[in-house]
């Protein structure tokens, strides 16, 4: 009876294990197939050869708000981090717009490079005073990868993103500031042009003409501070 029991319970553990194992492949299985698009369109490989412009890189003291550029309709309002992954991939993998994070007025860009995490981007928002409009450029910083159909590069948005300025978000920039000893810079007060600000579901066209080597327009709609 002892052995039965002993063998019945071995035949168990190795059914378990083996039930485990499918049950993993079929997760993995499923990411890869959400990652690839109906169309054909493989997110992850894009994601592995296209590179963006993120203003870290280019523009280390650079500040908002700025005088108006050319056009003289549009003018450099502040500066934006935004995140590239799909939110129905758990903002791990994907090509999506997943998060975004406006930084306090009169921040440089070498100040918000430390809030600045892996898969994402600083990028500039602007006003369009002629129509009313906030906007951002994800601009590509080299040509467009060979084998993609630009077609076919939408950049999507799974869900309506938003951000809030309340004193949960202002007590994070603070600490974050803080422990990268940037708080002084900032005269110790952080002030942000919006009370709130959102990016809208829905996919977002490759522009080729936009830049040097094309990108995307990502609209958004923000509530300005109320000023005295």
């Not at 490989?45 to 890189?57: E, H, I, Q, R, Y």
């Not at 500039?124 to 080299?142: A, G, I, Q």
Request: aromatic share 10%; with cysteine; hydrophobic share 40%.
């Amino acid at each position: 009876m002892r052995t039965s029991n002993f063998f019945m319970g071995c035949a168990l553990a190795v059914m378990a294990l083996v039930v485990g194992c499918q049950s993993e492949e079929q997760v993995s299985e499923n990411s890869v197939k959400e990652e690839v698009r109906e169309d054909g369109f493989d997110e992850i490989a894009f994601m592995n050869k296209v590179k963006f412009k993120s203003l870290v890189d280019e523009h280390p003291d650079k500040r908002a708000p700025s005088a108006t550029v050319n056009p003289k309709d549009l003018k450099f309002l502040n500066l934006v981090s935004v995140k590239l992954a799909r939110k129905k991939l758990d903002c791990k993998s994907g090509f999506g717009l997943c998060d975004f994070k406006f930084f306090p007025k009169n921040t440089t860009v070498k100040v918000a490079e430390k809030a600045i995490f892996p898969g994402e981007y600083l990028v500039e928002l602007k006003e369009d005073t002629l129509n009313s409009r906030y906007y951002m450029e994800l601009l590509l910083d080299e040509e467009f990868p060979d084998g993609f159909d630009k077609n076919d590069a939408c950049l999507i948005v799974d869900d309506d993103l938003y951000w809030v300025n309340d004193p949960v978000t202002v007590q994070d920039m603070e600490d974050l500031l803080n422990s990268y000893k940037m708080y002084e810079e900032m005269n110790r007060r952080i002030e942000y042009l919006f009370e709130t600000g959102q990016i809208g579901a829905g996919n977002i066209p490759f522009i080729d003409s936009l830049g040097q080597h094309g990108g995307y327009v990502i609209e958004v709609v923000g509530k300005p501070v109320d000023r005295p």
